[in-house]
T-cell receptor
């Protein structure tokens, strides 16, 4: 079945460091791909999305490119801030008839000043 | 535009009791999905409603049920609570597009209801 695999956390970085969080997926057809972020005590917020191969999603300095050849959707940011500390979830929406999102296990990011 | 709201935000119940959680979607959204989040299992899909009909269901026992009202508000119910039902229950809403656009539609999440079963 469809699935998402994320790199294990926590990821610990100093402020202004470069961030990469790896995400790979297994899916039939042409899923859409999402990154959601969860701050402590809150629900999920959409960070960015891409709906077809080679699309690049971007928001708040974060970017991810939908790579069908490597089935990947890695999240990157050039310079992280303390306020980026949160849990990041990669997710896919299958191409078949459902609103169900399939999530990865989440990666905790801790940024220190 | 108001976001997705969930009530109550926190709940403490004992084993064997039943609980009802409520979700009000963003105005204009007709699709509501529910997810359970636990440290061990992560985020798992419970079910999805559109126009008062359940469209999809995840792999949860029959103790978990839901419904949707004509104003798109949704409730989920868990009967005969078990300790393992302790979790953050998240609701998400979307317009509920049909056809090829459905996979690309963004779901907007509420803050969740944290349920503790003692």
């Amino acid at each position: 079945g469809d699935s998402v695999t994320q790199m294990e956390g926590p990821v610990t970085l100093s402020e202004e460091a470069f961030l990469t969080i790896n995400c790979t997926y297994t899916a039939t057809g042409y899923p859409s791909l999402f990154w959601y972020v969860q701050y402590p005590g809150e629900g999920l917020q959409l960070l960015l999305k891409a709906t077809k191969a080679d699309d690049k999603g971007s928001n708040k300095g974060f970017e991810a490119t939908y790579r069908k050849e490597t089935t990947s959707f890695h999240l990157e940011k050039g310079s992280v801030q303390v306020s980026d500390s949160a849990v990041y979830f990669c997710a896919l929406s299958p191409s078949y008839n459902t609103d169900k999102l399939i999530f990865g296990t989440g990666t905790r990011l801790q940024v220190f000043p | 535009k108001a976001g997705v709201t969930q009530t109550p935000r926190y709940l403490i119940k004992t084993r064997g009791q039943q609980v009802t959680l409520s979700c009000s979607p963003i105005s204009g959204h007709r699709s509501v999905s529910w997810y359970q989040q636990t440290p061990g299992q992560g985020l798992q899909f419970l079910f999805e409603y559109f126009s008062e009909t359940q469209r999809n269901k995840g792999n949860f026992p029959g103790r978990f049920s839901g419904r949707q009202f004509s104003n798109s508000r949704s409730e989920m119910n868990v009967s005969t609570l078990e300790l393992g039902d302790s979790a953050l229950y998240l609701c998400a809403s979307s317009f509920g597009l049909a056809g090829a656009s459905r996979a690309s539609e963004t779901q907007y999440f509420g803050p969740g209801t944290r349920l503790l079963v003692l």
